[in-house]
């Protein structure tokens, strides 16, 4: 492969990954420090450990698949990248989902087939969180479908198995063994969790979906037969913009600082 478009698919790839001013900053970094500093330039100005990793396979890539393309290129195609990043993600469209009677004046999109196309839209990731899961095929189906062509499932539920004497069920079953297979499972454990004046400790109520950082899903429904169909749910589709990134990012954080273990 040519060697500058090594640099632009690098470039690309760490702009869609990392927040624009941290990328802004290693261009800038790269095109002012000498080659034998910039590693410690890098690591000094990206303090968070994984951007900062990141950042650093950058440089390194650039060095061993790519030496002759000079560093001010460099610097330009990470700038490039970022601006293009930034603009793809400020193009956000939201649209409103529905389970419920219709309104033939103002109708809205059904809410399984809003989670269906961000389920067959994901190409690298997909986060899914639910209070209550029971097994709904089209999901099922989606998700299998999705971990084929490569993509990392992480499913997050209120329990791994009861909630507490209520509606009691094996959250794992209802997922169905095929999506369980291919999914990282976490829950919220309960020592975890704050508690009421009455010593009840709160619950994991959040329904919602994301897929690469690009698509959001948040609605009122769990994952279950009776929301997608009978119930009266609202939410919504959220796709580009910065929202989706951050609830990414709220829930990789609750994992990797232990509030959500897996199962």
Known sequence: MDQHRVIVEAATALA???????????ADAILTSDPAALRAEISRRVAHHQQRDRALAFVEG????????APAVVAVALQTAALSEQQ???AQ?????????DVVQNPFRRTEQAILQLLDSAQKRITLVSFAVYNIPNIATALVKAARRGVILTVIVET????????????LRALGADVAAC????????????????NKPGILH???????????FLSSANLTQQAFTVNMELGMLVRGGT?????EEQFRRLIQDGQLRPV
């Open 16 to 26: 869609s990954g990392l927040p624009l001013g941290t990328v802004e900053s290693v």
């Open 62 to 69: 650039w060095r061993r698949d790519a030496a002759g393309v």
């Open 88 to 90: 793809h993600r400020d």
């Open 93 to 101: 469209t939201v649209e409103l989902v529905w389970t419920g009677p």
């Open 160 to 171: 791994p198995d009861k909630l507490g004497g209520e509606n009691e069920y094996s959250t």
């Open 183 to 198: 999914s990282t499972v976490y829950y919220w454990p309960k020592d975890k969790r704050p508690l009421t004046d009455g």
């Open 206 to 216: 959040v329904k919602c979906a994301v897929a690469d950082a690009e698509w959001l």
């Open 243 to 247: 929202m989706p990134g951050r609830v």
